[in-house]
């Protein structure tokens, strides 16, 4: 086993810091599918909307960020399935594919391969960078849950914008500059080592 470090191979993941094998691998896509399962349960619900605000989103997009984009896909693949399996880790303890939030976890899935790939360009070096990776990972995330949730709710594109997507901007706005400063934080540690 060989450790790989963040100086050490450009296009390094904050992963990729670890001892690399498989088990490691293993353990990151359990893990990631973990925390997001936690961070769901995190969820206060929004007068006049089905989706609540959780830390869910922000969780799948540092996963994706932290992993890469394999391991972080998969990661929230095997959140996304062992949910629709019957976990209860999807928002406030559901489980199942027919919850009209649904759409923004299959937008997660897509979201955290999408950060992922920009963080191996060294998106989360910087916060500016980091900053932009994660609101074009929110900017996913909508573009699959909006639409899901005007189908599954049986609303106008115009309804689920204003509930599913308006009230949570300024939230979405405090997890980039948490990110801006957690991510490349972590970086500059990693490098002192």
Same mark, same amino acid.
């Given at each position: ?19 690399? *094998? ?37 969780? $799948? ?16 693949? =095997?959140?996304? =399935? ?12 559901? *489980?199942? %594919?027919?919850?009209? +939030?649904?759409?923004?976890?299959? !937008?997660?899935?897509?979201? +955290? @391969?999408?950060?992922?790939?920009? $963080? &191996? &360009?060294?998106?989360?070096? +910087? ?17 699959? !849950? ?11 594109? +115009?309804? %689920?914008?204003?509930? !599913? ?10 997890? @980039?500059?948490?990110?801006?400063? $957690? =991510? ?8 002192? &080592?």
């Amino acid at each position: 086993m060989s450790t790989v470090t963040a100086t050490a191979r450009p296009g390094a993941v904050l992963a990729d810091l670890l001892p690399t *094998s498989r088990v490691r691998d293993a353990a990151l896509v359990v893990g990631g599918a973990v925390l997001t399962g936690l961070a769901a349960q995190v969820a206060v619900p929004v007068p006049g909307s089905p989706v609540p605000v959780t830390g869910q989103t922000f969780a $799948a997009l540092l996963v994706g960020t932290a992993l890469g984009t394999r391991r972080g896909f998969l990661s929230l693949a =095997l959140y996304a =399935l062992a949910g629709v399996a019957g976990v209860p880790w999807f928002a406030d303890g559901t *489980s199942g %594919a027919g919850s009209v +939030s649904f759409g923004y976890i299959l !937008g997660m899935l897509l979201a +955290s @391969a999408a950060v992922g790939a920009l $963080a &191996r &360009r060294g998106a989360d070096r +910087s916060p500016v960078r980091m900053a932009g990776t994660m609101v074009l990972g929110e900017a996913i995330i909508y573009a699959v !849950g909006v639409p899901y949730l005007a189908l599954a709710a049986h609303m106008s594109l +115009s309804q %689920a914008v204003a509930a !599913g997507l308006t009230p949570f901007l300024i939230g979405d706005l405090l997890k @980039a500059a948490l990110a801006m400063g $957690a =991510l490349p934080t972590a970086w500059k540690f990693a490098n002192k &080592r």
